[in-house]
């Protein structure tokens, strides 16, 4: 694992770049924390670029910037939506990078991200909220991954079982009041959930559901983003009890992880964990081709 300090990508000059001679991960230090690009080496980035954005810093409006970032749920303006505009303070450590936001200014709190290679195109991404303020406060951290366009995200399904078998739900689904079931971009299986990102449709779309097989997928011209995370009985989490989220616009496609909700003291954090990987495989939108072709790279001894 090599790591490059002071890189330039899309107009901001003092990136992080990390990379093996497969794949590579590059994180801002003037805006953030972000991460901004995920992907093999000289080959599409995962993530969603605006390039309209990129290289601005500064100021008081909330930019998306794509790629990946960290927030506190439930979502509320103007609470969530804290503009991190200004340079982060970072450490490099062997194979890992931290990203630390300075506090924030109306909420008390400070977000931070620690990037780690496992393997060749594995990554592990721990995410920390720190309270800064003189009392507890209660939030859940809230991970977020804009994905590049014309991809698709696939969400597992709890194993079918018959009516026989089982009398109760096996888990909660969160809507939104302008989620329609019936946008042709809904791929609704047996097995799995899929959303198809679409620049063609500007309709909103969102779904929530708690996920207790604890992935989520995303399929783009023969490439896969794979994020695992854990997911615990007894916690509760935001949204009617939901762990994963996806949303799409005619823009992006958002992978949305959160932890559970936690009142944390005074000088103490919250910490969401995720695991990410990236590989090259064919994944059809039918069932058959999903267990075929996504499953083995998740569970590679299934």
């Known amino acids: 694992m090599n790591i490059e300090d002071n890189y330039n990508f899309g107009g901001w000059k003092n990136c992080i770049r990390m990379y093996n001679e497969e794949v590579e991960l590059v994180c801002t230090t003037e805006v953030g924390p972000r991460v901004v690009r995920f992907g093999f080496i000289g080959e599409q980035n995962l993530f969603k670029e605006f390039k309209s954005e990129q290289g601005k810093t500064g100021g008081t409006q909330w930019r998306s910037y794509g790629g990946h970032r960290l927030w ?87 194993p079918y079982v018959s009516l026989e078998e089982r009398l109760t739900p096996v888990r909660p689904m969160a809507l939104w009041g302008y989620t329609d079931m019936s946008d042709s971009r809904w791929i609704w299986g047996k097995k799995y959930i899929q959303l198809i990102q679409d620049p063609g449709q500007p309709a909103q779309q969102k779904l929530g559901v708690l996920n207790k097989l604890g992935w989520i997928a995303y399929v783009l011209e023969g490439q896969v983003f794979i994020k695992r995370y854990p997911y615990h009985v007894q916690a509760l989490y935001p949204d009617y009890g939901v762990n994963t989220e996806i949303y799409t616009d005619a823009d992006i496609l958002e992978m949305e992880t959160l932890g559970s909700f936690q009142e944390i003291a005074p000088r103490n954090y919250a910490h969401h ?7 090259k495989a064919e994944v059809g939108t039918g069932e058959e081709s999903i267990e075929q072709n996504l499953i083995p790279l998740i569970n590679p001894k299934a």
């Not at 991200?113 to 393997?119: G, K, L, M, V």
């Not at 964990?273 to 590989?279: G, R, V």
């Open 273 to 279: 964990t995720e695991h990410w990987a990236i590989f």
């Open 72 to 158: 506190h749920s439930p979502e509320a303006k103007p609470r969530t939506y804290y503009p991190d505009n200004e340079p982060v303070d970072y450490s490099l450590e062997s194979n890992t990078v931290i990203l630390t936001q300075k506090t924030e200014t109306s909420t008390g709190l400070q977000k931070q991200i620690e990037i780690s290679f496992t393997d060749t195109n594995r990554v592990k991404v721990i995410h920390r909220i720190i309270n800064h303020n003189l009392w507890d406060i209660r939030f859940a951290p809230w991970s977020l991954t804009v994905m590049n366009v014309k991809g698709r995200a696939i969400i597992p399904q709890e």
